[in-house]
């Protein structure tokens, strides 16, 4: 199966958080710009969606450009990665402080999500 | 000492009323090896000088207790339900568990006082049916008799040097009304309104520099614009549609509040833990773990959720 991560980006209201997803070149996955907020809850989800449903493994998500994310973002990730098939996991690169201090607190040890600093 | 799990109700909340270290071995002691002696897993839950108390008393039978500093981990009231009281007991699914847990001590302060009555009346809510003992101890040589009297009012029972007496002014639900105080903005605090148009970024950059004008540390910075943006989002979707940030610097804590026109009406919001499957509640949640203190008042005029971070 080949599915094809478009280009997902959020269509704001002026001073809204954006949110824009790409697809990574050379491997399974998706760079995420922008912040993970109630304003771009929909695109962090399809951008989810699309992801889980990607084949290869692992999964990667280049985070680097993420300025925040908040709680329900964080959970929408845990909620994706436990509908991952058996031996597939998801590596979360350079993710914002806020992910894993809410991952710490909610989903001590969560299997699944690897945090690659 | 009358062992209080003979009655019929399923969760036991009495309070213990005592003067001195040896009334207070005498109270609570005997109470944890009862628990052992009936397989009872037993947390307790106090300040470090009453902890090695309980702990002496116990010889080598401390081992078989978890012990937590109770000024450190219950130092928000409002995240002694989820954090350390439900926390234990529910990692203990089967039988009984009993746990002693005295989260208010002298030198709490006037700030902090009304957040810890509300959490003592509302663990009846939270325990109500479950096969949960909690013995709250209070310092009776030390604490005024006004914390007395509403330790009359959150526990169904006091235990004290003479016995064990079913409290005739036990009313939780108005205790915790009584303390549902109105609080005041000092002059002088940033102020950030913000509406359903997507500004929930702005005021948690408003509430970030701030915070970091103040003294928060990094990581404290982190914690701010996380609970910012939980209180804020709960704004939009619940507290019709927006509402005010509001930001100052007080007696060594940065404290920030958000108030909306909404009414809180779950007074155990932000004090159930939740399942890791389960989609959402955590917002509140997360701020009673990160704040070193939160207080609430909800009622005509709007909610406001205020919470306190040590510099």
Do not use: K
């Amino acid at each position: 199966m080949d599915v094809s991560l478009g280009e997902l980006s959020a269509a704001p209201p002026r001073d809204a958080a954006r949110l824009e997803a790409h697809p990574l070149p050379a491997r399974p996955g998706v760079r995420v710009v922008g912040e993970v907020t109630l304003d771009t809850r929909r695109v962090w989800r399809e951008a989810l969606g699309l992801l889980t449903r990607q084949e290869g493994a692992p999964l990667h998500m280049e985070l680097s450009e993420l300025a925040f994310i908040d709680v329900a973002g964080v959970t929408d990730l845990v909620t994706a990665t436990r509908s991952l098939s058996e031996g597939q996991h998801l590596v979360v690169h350079r993710p914002p402080p806020q992910l894993t201090r809410v991952l710490d607190i909610f989903w001590p040890g969560t299997g699944g999500i690897e945090v690659a600093p | 000492m009358t062992d209080a799990v003979t009655t019929r109700e399923a969760f036991l909340h009495p309070a213990l009323f005592y003067r001195g270290p040896q009334q207070y071995v005498a109270g609570t002691v005997p109470f944890v090896l009862a628990g052992l002696a009936a397989g009872e897993p037993v947390g307790v839950a106090a300040p470090p000088d009453r902890l090695a108390l309980i702990r002496d008393g116990l010889g080598p039978h401390a081992d078989e207790v978890c012990f937590v500093d109770m000024t450190r981990a219950g130092r928000n009231p409002g995240w002694i339900i989820p954090g350390v009281l439900r926390r234990f007991a529910d990692a203990h699914g089967e039988g009984r568990v009993r746990i002693i847990g005295e989260p208010i001590w002298p030198g709490r302060t006037t700030v902090e006082y009304p957040a810890c009555v509300q959490h003592e009346a509302l663990i009846n809510a939270a325990f109500t049916g479950r096969e949960v003992t909690i013995l709250c101890p209070y310092d009776a040589a030390g604490l005024d008799s006004g914390v007395l009297d509403d330790a009359w009012a959150t526990h169904p029972v006091v235990i004290d040097e003479y016995g064990e007496t079913p409290s005739p002014a036990y009313s939780p639900e108005a205790v915790a009304a009584r303390y549902n105080e109105p609080l005041t903005v000092p002059p002088g605090a940033a102020e950030f309104a913000f509406d359903s148009s997507g500004q929930l970024s702005r005021a948690r950059e408003f509430a970030v520099r701030h915070g970091a004008r103040m003294g928060l540390s990094v990581p404290q910075l982190e914690d701010l614009a996380l609970a910012v943006a939980e209180l804020t989002t709960n704004s939009v979707l619940h507290g019709a549609g927006g509402g005010t940030l509001r930001i100052w610097a007080e007696g060594g804590h940065v404290v920030c509040e958000v108030h909306d026109a909404g009414r809180l009406i779950d007074p155990l919001a932000g004090r159930r833990p939740q399942a890791p499957s389960r989609p959402g509640g955590r917002g509140l949640l997360l701020v009673n773990h990160v704040a070193d203190l939160v207080r609430v008042h909800t009622g005509d005029p709007g909610t406001t959720i205020r919470f306190y971070l040590a510099v």
